[in-house]
Structures are given as structure tokens and as C-alpha cells.
């Protein structure tokens, strides 16, 4: 039996229920996010070979910083709202053939990265990005998830908040006043309609981009000009430093940084490190 652990929070969770049970062999579990790693620790000192987690790119990376380094399988049901990690891996977003897949592929070597000691699997963020998503939250209840993302982008467009921030990279130090500072596992593309995705067949490492305009109209300028054009052209601008890096150390006074989606708290300084192949996960 293949250990299956789902967020009963996921608006999907009775689905992926149904789904693991339509297709058989998983031992289903409801498990909230504040314990998943606890819980994923016990799987693994019990023998289990694979493990299997229903839920957001959130909780993937919860149960992923505990399988990573082991060797066990991480099987994905993806029940998130933007499930970024399984549509980079092409696993299919319905759950019974996601389930299926899970209980019989192969598994594969995915790249991460460490902030601290933190694993993360897509990206993290430092600035911009958690004012909105604590924004978004405080709305999400009484206007819905989309909504409330499109008033919390507004919000910041009016308000757009920076931070100095110091960056070692290269073997340079490099001061920044910026309101985001965005770092990718492996070379990210910010050309629409794949915003934020892999580039196909990219280089490995930690892509790491700083913002360098200070109001919220110049920052949103900025984004429209690398969504049409690409972070290439973009990062040949006074507007944006690009680096591709195996590692990177930032300073700044907040604790707060966003690690795939989430809003976590990571003391300064923050160290981030390029981890190759640190994860098996289940795929097609």
C-alpha cells in the first residue's frame, strides 16, 4: 500500500479521495499542511518506498523537504490552484488518471533549491509579492480567489512597497532598492502565455532576477515589457538584473519571503543553494 496523504483543506479533497479509492493500493490519509512533514517523516521510518501527497504546490514542497536526499519516490495528486510543479512534470490535472499514474510510473530526478534550510521546488520571492499575496488572502474569503488576486494586484500597483536589499552574487555584492526579488530552480521564462514556466530544455541553476524600478507604474511597465518580450531582452535593460547562479545570499531586515506560493518566515541572511537532482518524484 502506498501511503496517501491529501489536505483536507484542498476545495478537492473528497475528489482526490474518490479518485485514490477508484484506483486502489493507497492508504488514505487526511492530513493538515502543519503536520504533512511529520507525518511524511513517520511514512518513511515505517519502509515506504513511495509516498503520495494530495494538495498545492504549498504542501508538495512540505512533503518534498522531507523525502528530499532519501531516495523515496514522491507521488503527485495535484489539487492546488495553480499546481505549478505538476504541469511542469506534464502529469495530467484529473485526479483519477493523476492517481494512476502515481500508483504505477516510474520516478525521475527533479532539480531543487534550499533557502536556509528550506527546500523549495519552483520558485521563491522576497518583497512585491508577499504584500499581495497577504492581501489577496485577507479578500479571498468575501470576493473569491480570482477577485481577490486582481483587487490585491491593484492594490499594489497604487502602493507598491520596496526594501534595500544587498545581493552576493558572482562573487560581487551588489545594493539594490527594489520592491521584488525573484528566484527561479532552473531558467524561467517571462514571456506570456508560459509566464513563469521552464524554459524548455533551459539551463540548471538558481535564475535569479532583481527588480530595479521603484514605483508600482514603472514595476508593472517593467513586467508587461517581459511578458511580451522575454526576460532576455528585458535583463539587457537598466530595469532588471538577471543572473544565473548555483548560489546566492540576500540581506535584508523582513523575515518574510514567499517559497512556492506560500508566505513562510526565514531569518536573515538568506543563503540560497542549487540542489541538482535532490528529488525523485512519480511521473508519466
Do not use: W
Request: glycine share 10%.
Amino acid at each position: 500500500m502506498i501511503p496517501a496523504f491529501i489536505n483536507p483543506r484542498a476545495g478537492n479533497a473528497g475528489a482526490a479521495r474518490e479518485a485514490l479509492e477508484a484506483v486502489g493500493d493507497f492508504d488514505i490519509v487526511d492530513v493538515p499542511p502543519a503536520t504533512l512533514a511529520e507525518q511524511v517523516e513517520s511514512a518513511i521510518r515505517g519502509g515506504a518506498r513511495r509516498i503520495l501527497v494530495a494538495g498545492g504546490d504549498g504542501s508538495i514542497g512540505s512533503a518534498a523537504g522531507a523525502i528530499a536526499g532519501t531516495g523515496i519516490e514522491l507521488a503527485i495528486l495535484p489539487c492546488g490552484t495553480l499546481n505549478h510543479l505538476a504541469r511542469d512534470l506534464s502529469l495530467p490535472l484529473d485526479l483519477t488518471e493523476a492517481a494512476q499514474i502515481a500508483k504505477t510510473g516510474h520516478s525521475m530526478p527533479v532539480d531543487a533549491a534550499v533557502v536556509n534550510d528550506r527546500l523549495f521546488l519552483n520558485t521563491s520571492s522576497v518583497g512585491a509579492y508577499t504584500t499581495f499575496v497577504r492581501a489577496r488572502e485577507r479578500l479571498e474569503r468575501r470576493l473569491g480567489y480570482h477577485i481577490a488576486s486582481l483587487v490585491a494586484g491593484v492594490q499594489l500597483v497604487v502602493r507598491m512597497p520596496t526594501f534595500r536589499v544587498t545581493v552576493d552574487v558572482e562573487r560581487q555584492t551588489r545594493e539594490y532598492i527594489t520592491p521584488l526579488v525573484f528566484i527561479g530552480v532552473g531558467e524561467r521564462e517571462l514571456r506570456l502565455p508560459t509566464l513563469g514556466a521552464r524554459v524548455a530544455g533551459g539551463k540548471p541553476g538558481l535564475h535569479v532576477m532583481v527588480v530595479r524600478r521603484r514605483s508600482g507604474a514603472r514595476a508593472v511597465a517593467l513586467g508587461l515589457a517581459a511578458a511580451a518580450r522575454g526576460v532576455e531582452a528585458v535583463s539587457r535593460t537598466p530595469a532588471l538584473d538577471a543572473f544565473l547562479v548555483d548560489s546566492c545570499r540576500i540581506e535584508r531586515h523582513s523575515r518574510s519571503i514567499s517559497i512556492d506560493g506560500e508566505i513562510v518566515h526565514v531569518p536573515a541572511p538568506l543563503r540560497y543553494r542549487y540542489v541538482p537532482g535532490h528529488l525523485r518524484v512519480v511521473v508519466p
